[in-house]
């Protein structure tokens, strides 16, 4: 199984974009998904959390401005009132029992 996560780009301050995250197969036993992020010389943190009983968690620095959702065959992340401390790239995950898969990222710029 792979995940493939798209939607990134440039973008300036102030804007949107929604990113999504596609598996390639039937992934059982799903814990949580979602989106973590890591920007040039940080560590890689989480954005976004979608648990098993549809509970949304947020990192205090996107809440409000970012939403994560689901259907049938995808993820998302709808991002709105871009930053340009937003920068980076952003990876899908979604917990299984045992692991983890991990999307490849894909970069959002938040530049004017």
């Known amino acids: 199984v792979q995940l493939q996560a798209s939607g990134g780009g440039l973008v300036q301050p102030g804007g949107s974009l929604r990113l999504s995250c596609a598996a390639s197969g039937s992934i059982f036993s799903i814990n949580a998904r979602g989106w973590y992020r890591q920007a040039p010389g940080k560590q890689r943190e989480l954005v976004a959390t979608l648990t098993r009983g549809g509970s949304t968690i947020y990192a205090d620095s996107v809440k409000g401005r970012f939403t994560i959702s689901r259907d049938s065959t995808k993820m998302y992340l709808q991002m709105n009132s871009l930053k340009p401390e937003d920068t980076a790239v952003y990876y899908c995950?979604?917990?299984?029992?045992?692991?983890?898969?991990w999307g490849q990222g894909t970069l959002v710029t938040v530049s004017s």
């Open positions: 995950y979604i917990e299984v029992l045992g692991g983890a898969y």
